[in-house]
């Protein structure tokens, strides 16, 4: 059983950076995709950015492309979610998810979870 462990989320204001991490309790074909999500109150899930572990291959929705970096360190079997330019709707609880396939941008696709960290963007 893959487990992937977040950290790194916090209080920032608008114009703010915050890093994530995602650390990978190992890499398997069933993970062979690494995202992130995130869910706002009352929202749905979304699947924010992407990466194909084995290439460093990276993808990302219209609503974060040029602000948000996802990045690999795959000796550590992390992954990074890099976000700058933070805007008030980023407020979410941020989810690392792995899957066999990618982009990884559906939760019909998640195999595995993390447990998730809060992200607050201030204005």
């Known amino acids: 059983q893959v487990q992937l462990v977040e950290s790194g989320g916090g209080s920032v204001q608008a114009g703010g950076s915050l890093t994530l991490s995602c650390a990978s309790s190992?890499?398997?074909?069933?993970?062979?995709?690494v995202a992130w999500f995130r869910q706002a109150p009352g929202k749905e899930r979304e699947g924010v950015a992407s990466?194909?572990?084995?290439?460093?291959?990276?993808y990302y929705v219209d609503s974060v492309k040029g602000r948000f970096t996802i990045s690999q360190d795959y000796a550590k079997n992390t992954v990074y979610l890099q976000m700058n330019s933070l805007k008030p709707e980023d407020t979410a609880t941020y989810y690392c998810?792995?899957?066999?396939?990618?982009?990884?941008?559906?939760?019909?696709?998640?195999?595995?979870w993390g447990q998730g960290t809060q992200v607050t963007v201030s204005s």
């Open positions: 998810a792995a899957g066999p396939t990618c982009p990884l941008v559906r939760t019909l696709f998640v195999k595995y």
């Open positions: 190992e890499y398997t074909t069933s993970n062979d995709c």
């Open positions: 990466i194909y572990t084995a290439t460093g291959n990276p």
